[in-house]
């Protein structure tokens, strides 16, 4: 028997039916909880389903346009399929989930690379391989987004209103809690490990982690930092490139992208992530230094967003 590998160039993966770009790696997993069944005098009987079933999704992906996952933290499921194969007889093969809700949201932006966003969902449907337009194919026909990628260069900080150009890396998480309901209640074979609803757990924790480099930032004392309450200022803005001051002149360049096609542009180029809170709190600082290095500050700080 021939078996054909897999490899990259070959896979696609849809997200709720539309393609998603840009992807470095994608990983899938699940376990099933048993427990053992001891009789008296007898010792092991057999086993059973301890808990509730629940899979994991992740996918790691660079910034290459207006990310649509973010919106995916309300209260309705996504489905996604990757499709990896293709059999000797024509067949197409898919890796697939559904019932899946988004609980981590991480983007990470640092000055050796392109900024990337990582994605991890909750299963808690189906999960697994199937063949193309099978059950578990959730492929659709929406193209590939045209792509146009951003660096570095591409990322605005401010903190309490002030810009800074000494930031070397930024990262921000969001953590989203879903709690699954069961119920006693009769199911069908497709639905009877499945939960009756999914609902969020509110507020979602927003982390944000910044490094920088010393220059005229003074560290905070720790114990003034707890009592003074005060809520600092943190903006994240990702844009696709900056309108040139030449381009006021209307001389026929414009914002292109990887197929050399103008894209639409707002004047100071276009927002591909863009993050502000009035309502942060400084929860960790450190300093690090090394004979290699200069002085860099790493700080923290949580928000929280409720469903309002």
Do not use: W
């Not at 180029?269 to 929860?283: A, D």
Request: charged share 20%; net charge negative; aromatic share 10%.
């Amino acid at each position: 028997m021939s078996y054909n590998a897999s490899p990259s160039y070959e896979q696609i993966f849809y997200l709720g039916g539309t393609g998603v770009s840009g992807i470095r790696d994608i990983s899938a997993s699940y376990t099933v909880g048993q427990k053992a069944v001891r009789l008296l005098g007898a010792g092991f009987a057999r086993e059973i389903i301890s808990e509730p079933l629940r899979g994991e999704f992740s996918l790691t992906r660079d910034m290459v346009y207006v990310d649509p996952v973010l919106q995916l933290t309300g209260e309705q499921p996504i489905s996604g399929t990757l499709l990896h194969a293709v059999e000797l007889d024509g067949a197409e093969k898919v890796y697939g989930f559904n019932t899946g809700y988004l609980t981590s949201y991480t983007v990470n932006c640092d000055v050796q690379d392109v900024p990337t966003i990582e994605s991890t969902f909750s299963v808690f449907g189906q999960m697994g391989s199937g063949v193309r337009e099978g059950e578990l194919d959730y492929s659709g026909t929406a193209p590939i987004q045209t792509l146009g990628f951003v660096n570095h260069e591409s990322v605005f900080l401010t903190y309490n209103g002030s810009g800074t150009n000494r930031a070397v890396s930024v990262s921000q998480n969001y953590n989203i809690n879903r709690i699954p309901i069961y119920t006693i209640d009769q199911k069908t074979d497709l639905t009877k490990y499945a939960p009756t609803e999914v609902i969020t757990e509110y507020p979602i924790e927003i982390t944000t982690d910044f490094t920088i480099d010393i220059d005229d930032y003074d560290t905070a004392n720790m114990i003034d930092n707890v009592r003074s309450g005060i809520y600092e200022t943190i903006g994240v803005e990702i844009r696709l490139g900056r309108k040139a001051d030449t381009l006021d002149d209307n001389d026929g360049e414009c914002l292109k992208d990887n197929n050399g096609e103008c894209l639409g542009d707002d004047g100071d180029g276009i927002t591909r992530y863009e993050f502000l809170s009035t309502t942060g709190h400084l929860v960790s600082e450190s300093i690090e230094t090394s004979i290699d290095g200069v002085l860099r500050v790493n700080l923290q700080f949580k928000d929280y967003y409720n469903k309002d």
